[in-house]
C-alpha cells in the first residue's frame, strides 16, 4: 500500500514545476518502461499491479518496485486507462547543445512547437530513421511532459533533447539549415547532402521571423490539394523521409 505522501509526491510530478524540482518525470506501459530500462536512463522506482507481474523483467536492485492496488494506480496515473504499471525515471543533466556533435549527420530543430503529442511524434518519428537530435526553443513543449513521454513510445530514451535560444544557436552553426517554409524548394528536387539542420516551425504561426534569414536553404512540401497546412509531425516525417532517401542509410 502506497502512503498519502508516496501518492502526493507522484502527483506532483503530473506538473512540470515539480518535475524541474525533483528531476524526476513519468513513464507508463510495460514497452516503453522495458526501452527505458535498456538506456542510459536512470529509473528512480517502479509501481505496478498484480495483473502485470508476470510481465516484469527484471530489474537493477537499485530501483524501488511497489507493488499496488488498481485503485492506487489509477491516483497516480497521467492516462485515463492506466496500463498496469509506472515508473518514475531520473532527468538527464541538459548540457546543453554540442554543436560538434551535430557534424555530419541531420538534426531536427524545433521552433516553439507546443503541442505535446505533436512532439512525441517527432522525437518517435526522429528515432524511427535513425536521427540522433533534436534541438528545441526554450519555448517548446517539455519533453518530459507525460503527453510527450507517452507519445514517444520509448523513443525519447533513444533520441537526444536540448534547449536552447535558437537565434543565439543558429548564429553560430556551421551547417545547412533546411527550413520548412510555404515558398521555399520543392522538397522532392532538394540536394540534401550529408549534414544539416532541418528547422520545423510553431504549429500556428510557422517559423519566427528572426530564424527566417538565417535559413540557408527554403524547404517547402508542395500541396496538391486545398487543405491550408500540413501537421508538424506529418511534416517532420516527410523530410526525414526525403532526406534519407537522398542521403541513404550511412548518413
Not at 501518492?7 to 525533483?22: A, D, G, M, W
Not at 517527432?122 to 503527453?147: L, M
Not at 534569414?213 to 526525414?240: D, Q
Request: net charge neutral.
Amino acid at each position: 500500500m502506497l502512503s498519502k505522501s508516496q501518492i502526493s509526491f507522484i502527483k506532483s510530478l503530473h506538473q512540470k514545476k515539480y518535475r524541474k524540482e525533483n528531476g524526476i518525470f513519468i513513464i507508463e506501459g510495460i514497452k516503453s518502461i522495458v526501452e527505458f530500462l535498456g538506456s542510459n536512463y536512470q529509473l528512480h522506482s517502479i509501481y505496478f499491479t498484480s495483473a502485470i507481474s508476470t510481465q516484469l523483467p527484471k530489474f537493477d536492485t537499485n530501483i524501488r518496485l511497489f507493488e499496488v492496488s488498481d485503485e492506487e494506480l489509477r491516483k497516480i496515473s497521467t492516462l485515463q486507462t492506466p496500463q498496469g504499471i509506472l515508473a518514475l525515471v531520473h532527468m538527464p543533466l541538459d548540457s546543453g547543445v554540442d554543436i560538434a556533435s551535430l557534424k555530419n549527420q541531420f538534426s531536427l530543430v524545433l521552433d516553439d512547437v507546443q503541442d505535446p503529442g505533436n512532439f512525441g511524434t517527432i522525437i518517435r518519428t526522429a528515432d524511427w530513421f535513425g536521427i540522433k537530435n533534436i534541438v528545441c526553443s526554450e519555448h517548446t513543449v517539455e519533453a518530459y511532459n507525460p503527453k510527450t513521454v507517452q507519445s514517444t513510445m520509448g523513443s525519447l530514451c533513444r533520441v537526444n533533447v536540448s534547449y536552447t535560444n535558437l537565434a543565439d544557436f543558429l548564429g553560430k552553426v556551421n551547417l545547412p539549415i533546411f527550413g520548412a517554409l510555404l515558398d521555399g524548394n520543392d522538397i522532392y528536387q532538394a540536394n540534401w547532402g550529408q549534414e544539416g539542420l532541418i528547422l520545423l516551425g510553431n504549429e500556428g504561426h510557422g517559423i519566427a521571423k528572426n530564424l527566417i534569414g538565417k535559413i540557408t536553404v527554403p524547404i517547402t512540401i508542395p500541396r496538391f490539394g486545398m487543405a491550408e497546412s500540413l501537421n508538424v509531425a506529418v511534416s517532420a516525417a516527410i523530410f526525414c523521409s526525403e532526406l534519407k532517401r537522398f542521403s541513404g542509410p550511412t548518413s
